[in-house]
């Protein structure tokens, strides 16, 4: 069963950019209520795709460089990277569903 990773702005390059297949990024913040409202579905998403998506979390308050490079101005925001580069953005609280069909359309 896979885990979260912990994304920080010393690790993104080998956690995100250097990674082969797809990596899907939660940006957020504690304070944040749907952010907080979030998590429980990227903790489920971790375990259903696990070996096949590598699913991190990122605090844009303690990473803000990160978040600055991807213009990350409105949390929580979710990306998904493929081999690297961005393929996919969603903004504000998502389903369940709505992520799997975003994440369904880049898994080989």
């Given amino acids: ?11 993104f390059d080998q956690e995100v950019k250097n990674s082969k297949g797809l990596v899907l990024v939660d940006f957020y913040a504690d304070w944040c209520m749907p952010c907080r409202m979030l998590s429980p579905t990227i903790e489920q998403l ?9 699913v991190g979390k990122l605090d844009v308050d303690k990473n803000s460089n990160a978040a600055a490079a991807f213009s990350v101005t409105g949390i929580p925001t979710i ?3 493929k081999d690297g580069e961005p393929v996919e953005r969603l903004v504000g609280l ?8 975003v994440i369904d359309k880049h898994v080989s």
């Fill in 46 to 54: 971790a375990k259903d795709y696990g070996g096949k998506v590598k």
């Fill in 1 to 11: 069963m896979a885990e979260e990773v912990k994304i920080t702005d010393e690790n």
């Fill in 79 to 81: 990306m998904l990277f």
């Fill in 94 to 101: 998502q389903t369940a569903d709505a992520l799997k069909s």
